[in-house]
């Protein structure tokens, strides 16, 4: 006999990462929306010192959770170990850190009007996804548009290597390296430590 278990609002969040992904394929302005899935989990963890947002509030998890183990996608699989050692996940968040601070830079030559206007989607930092469909917003600065097809590359790339770790192994194994889950721990280890110097 199965329990019934209470569900919450936060449990249905993982609509919010399939609408996200779906609405920036129709227009590359909605992925400005996605900043918030970087701005929530610091300002969550540097107020309460814990991983609050890892655990219950990201979409992404529970969209991958969704997919790999209730509807079995999953291989459930344990993962390699190491993938799960610190020298890969803090290498893949210095990578990922990198490949941002690359995207803020293309950002702003396109605001000072030394590049043009980059008018595709990156898969895995490779593949270029002609996106001429998203864009139609006219009369905005151009480097706004920038920013976005930059940070929606980000986003999908991410969401595609958790499809892919999620079908490999265990469905929420993206966590596991994931770069703002690792910032996000870094801050909470950062308070304890401060926390018991001061007592």
Not at 44 to 56: F, R, V
Not at 123 to 151: C, M
């Amino acid at each position: 006999m199965k329990k019934n278990i209470k569900k919450y609002w936060y449990d249905y969040l993982w609509i919010a990462s399939a609408v996200y992904l779906i609405l920036g394929m129709f227009n590359i302005l909605f992925a400005w929306i996605g900043m918030l899935c970087f701005i929530i989990p610091l300002v969550i963890s540097l107020k309460t010192g814990t991983k609050a947002y890892c655990n219950k509030y990201c979409g992404r998890g529970q969209l991958f959770n969704l997919l790999g183990k209730k509807l079995k996608l999953s291989r459930n699989k344990p993962m390699p170990n190491w993938m799960k050692s610190k020298v890969f996940r803090y290498g893949f968040l210095v990578f990922f850190l990198t490949m941002f601070s690359l995207m803020v830079f293309n950002t702003v030559l396109v605001f000072k009007g030394t590049r043009t206007l980059s008018q595709f989607v990156t898969l895995l930092w490779t593949f270029k996804i002609p996106w001429h469909w998203a864009h139609h917003v006219r009369g905005i600065p151009t480097w706004i548009s920038q920013y976005a097809f930059g940070f929606y590359s980000v986003m999908l790339t991410s969401t595609v290597l958790g499809i892919i770790t999620m079908l490999l192994f265990k469905p929420r194994s993206w966590c596991v390296y994931c770069p703002m889950g690792t910032m996000t721990r870094l801050i909470c280890v950062a308070k304890e430590s401060s926390n018991q110097s001061k007592e």
